[in-house]
């Protein structure tokens, strides 16, 4: 994953003793998953429940025990490790250790290594009931804060004594959410504005039906991420869907065209570049039923509709009168003749970019995770992809975004 914000990031984690370790484990895996060199420091206490080799098998690197400390392959490990991390992770983090951290206590190689670092501190707590509460915990994690730590947790739910309480150290699926975040913070976006739209609109024939699509909204939500591993301030405008939002993005919900519309025009009147994957609805009734039609209804038989306003020739006339957004990406959903009606519409609504697929793939477009999309510069230049995951995808149309803003 090259362009994730992890990619050759080092990234020292630090591992100490709790039942939660086997989260640790999992987090170890994903990061390096994204490229990161991941270097695990595990406390004695760390090292009775699961084994130095199994980060090694995780991570592809040494992991380092308290013995590492006294000799060994560097003079002054606590050094080496502490002043070349890019990234200090704790997770999970025990009240010891927090305590520890809080008062400059060094007794071990995981904590003299936190003395010596330079660089972001984030902490994932990990105990039993009432300890996270207890005023010596909550003052130390407050000491913490004050000095620039970022304490991710815990959550609440069941713990290793039987106890339900706040305690249980956050998912590693969603540390590497937030570890992606922070990372991504001097990204080549950074300071930048993106708009993102994702998903398909719905047009409201009656209180329960309407003209709608099969979009997903999993290309448009996979852009967002794509915008935020980059640095981007990114806002997000969905129609109705039920994906999980990236974190750090600014999810705005809409239903119909006209919302999707507002909406739009109102974001990117300041922002950078707008990303228009939706799919928004083409045609709407021209009336809304204000009770459900039934069939035996002479209404159910012919509902006249009318065709929605055009986002992207909106934003084309505020972009020629405000200069915003400074590029913007269509998409072109279509089943035939794809080539040519993606280079009109790139005419037509005077696009910086074009994004077209083949909506008759059976393992690309709607509701599949993965596409092949063929990419057309308003210069003429044209670049088809082969069949690859969306995530991909989005980083490869992010990628064009950066090179036309920087």
């Known amino acids: 994953m090259m362009n994730s914000p992890l990619f050759e990031k080092r990234?020292?984690?630090?591992?100490?003793?709790?039942?939660?370790?086997?989260?640790?484990?999992?987090?170890?895996?994903?990061?390096?998953?994204h490229g990161a060199l991941v270097d695990v420091i595990l406390t004695e206490s760390a090292a009775q429940f699961v084994s130095s080799l199994t980060f090694q098998s995780?991570?592809?690197?040494?992991?380092?025990?308290?013995?590492?400390?006294?000799?060994?392959?560097?003079?002054?490990?606590?050094?080496?490790?502490?002043?070349?991390?890019?990234?200090?992770?704790?997770?999970?983090?025990?009240?010891?250790?927090?305590?520890?951290?809080?008062?400059?206590?060094?007794?071990?190689?995981l904590t003299?290594?936190?003395?010596?670092?330079?660089?972001?501190?984030?902490?994932?707590?990990?105990?039993?009931?009432?300890?996270?509460?207890?005023?010596?915990t909550q003052e130390n994690i407050d000491l913490l804060v004050q000095r620039g730590a970022v304490i991710l947790g815990p959550a609440e739910g069941h713990l290793a004594s039987g106890m339900i309480g706040l305690g249980r150290m956050v998912e590693p699926s969603d540390l590497l959410n937030e570890i992606r975040l922070i990372t991504a913070r001097g990204g080549p976006l950074a300071g930048r504005k993106v708009v993102v739209t994702a998903g398909g609109t719905w047009e409201a024939i009656d209180p329960v039906r309407g003209i709608t699509n099969r979009s997903s909204g999993k290309q448009g939500f996979a852009i967002a991420q794509a915008t935020l591993n980059q640095g981007a301030e990114t806002i997000l405008i969905c129609g109705p869907n039920t994906l999980?939002?990236?974190?750090?993005?600014?999810?705005?919900?809409?239903?119909?065209?006209?919302?999707?519309l507002s909406t739009v025009l109102e974001h990117t009147s300041s922002a950078d570049a707008l990303i228009m994957a939706a799919a928004v609805a083409d045609f709407r009734p021209t009336k809304r039923a204000a009770q459900k039609i039934k069939k035996s209804q002479s209404e159910f038989q012919a509902i006249p509709i009318e065709a929605t306003t055009d986002i992207l020739?909106?934003?084309?006339?505020?972009?020629?009168?405000?200069?915003?957004?400074?590029i913007t990406v269509g998409f072109a959903a279509e089943?035939?003749?794809?080539?040519?009606?993606?280079?009109?519409?790139?005419r037509l609504k005077q696009l910086d970019l074009i994004v077209a697929n083949d909506i008759t793939a059976k393992d690309a477009g709607f509701s599949v995770e993965t596409n092949r999309v063929t990419i057309i510069t308003a210069g003429g230049e044209t670049e088809a992809m082969p069949l690859m995951s969306k995530s991909d995808v989005a980083?490869?149309?992010?990628?064009?975004?950066?090179?036309?803003?920087?």
């Open 58 to 109: 995780m991570s592809g690197r040494h992991t380092f025990l308290d013995a590492d400390m006294w000799g060994g392959t560097k003079h002054v490990q606590h050094i080496t490790l502490g002043h070349n991390a890019d990234l200090l992770v704790i997770a999970p983090a025990t009240a010891n250790t927090i305590a520890k951290l809080a008062h400059g206590i060094a007794d071990n190689l």
């Open 244 to 260: 999980k939002t990236p974190l750090g993005a600014n999810r705005i919900d809409i239903t119909s065209a006209d919302e999707m």
């Open 395 to 406: 980083d490869r149309i992010i990628a064009r975004v950066v090179s036309m803003l920087v």
């Open 11 to 33: 990234i020292v984690l630090g591992v100490t003793g709790s039942i939660a370790c086997y989260k640790a484990v999992e987090l170890a895996s994903k990061l390096h998953q």
């Open 335 to 346: 089943s035939q003749a794809l080539l040519e009606n993606a280079r009109a519409k790139l």
């Open 112 to 136: 003299v290594t936190a003395l010596a670092a330079n660089c972001p501190l984030i902490l994932a707590p990990a105990m039993d009931g009432g300890m996270f509460s207890h005023p010596a």
């Open 313 to 326: 020739l909106g934003v084309a006339d505020m972009k020629s009168r405000l200069g915003y957004p400074k």
